[in-house]
């Protein structure tokens, strides 16, 4: 609390206590001199009772004036401080509803397009597609990983989609990390099939050193026998980097 509303804090208490004071000193000496009386000694004919309802009257008009006071005060302190914070966080991104907050999002936060995008089985892969995006990242590509690039704010199956599918369509490369099981993930199943059916479309084909190198994915409408297609193995997410980034960076000059 601040020194001035200290201050009038005990000035307003000290007050409202001395005219409680006056006001039983009134009503339980009716035959008491007035206020004069009681300042100089001369008499009066005013009426103790009356004197004591108007005092206690005033008092309780003081006491409501301090409330709203300092209900006023408490107000406007927390108006300042919720000014204060809006100035040091970035503005909300606001919406009907939760799709339209979600391509807000994606059009404010993915102004620079993907070069790569990286398919990959989450739970055998999710390690070396993470070091494969910071690395390439580094080289100047900017590739695209679902669970790093897609707006903490996208919060339904629909938005998820519409993100992903705009990273794959502008995407030049397409980088299939084959590990153990991917071959059984929907998603990795559906985005290959997505990414096929583009044109001007690079595919990279890395399969890990556990897996056989006869691979045939059935998408639904054909089946891909990733078998016959040049392929590139690997053991260690840091050889991933190394050969991936041979290999894109060539085909990038060329």
Known sequence: MQKNQLLILFVSVTSIVL?????????????????????????????NGVIALILISVTIIISIAIVLYFLYSKKEKAKRAKTETSKNIPAKIEGSSPTEREKLSVKEGDSKPFVVFLCYKKSSG???????????????????????????????????????????????????????GFDLSSEVVK???MARKQA???????????????????????????GKLEQVSFETKEELLRLASNILLKSKTT
């Not at 006001?23 to 009716?30: A, D, I, K, T």
């Not at 000694?41 to 005013?46: A, D, I, L, Q, S």
């Not at 999710?126 to 100047?140: Q, R, V």
């Open 126 to 180: 999710k390690d070396h597609a993470d070091h494969l995006k910071a690395g390439l990242e580094e080289l100047g590509m900017h590739t695209f990983e679902d669970c790093k690039d897609i707006p903490q704010t996208v919060d339904t199956e629909e938005g998820w989609a519409r993100v992903r599918d705009k990273a794959l369509e502008e995407s030049k490369y397409f980088v299939l990390i084959m590990t153990p």
């Open 191 to 193: 985005e290959i099939s």
């Open 200 to 226: 001007n479309k690079t595919f990279v084909y890395f399969r890990h050193r556990s897996m056989g190198r006869n691979i045939a994915v059935n998408l639904g409408n054909e089946i891909l026998d990733i």
């Open 19 to 47: 005219l409680l004071v006056v006001s039983v000193y009134f009503l339980l000496n009716p035959n008491a001199n007035g206020i004069n009386g009681m300042m100089d000694g001369v008499p009066t004919t005013t009426n």
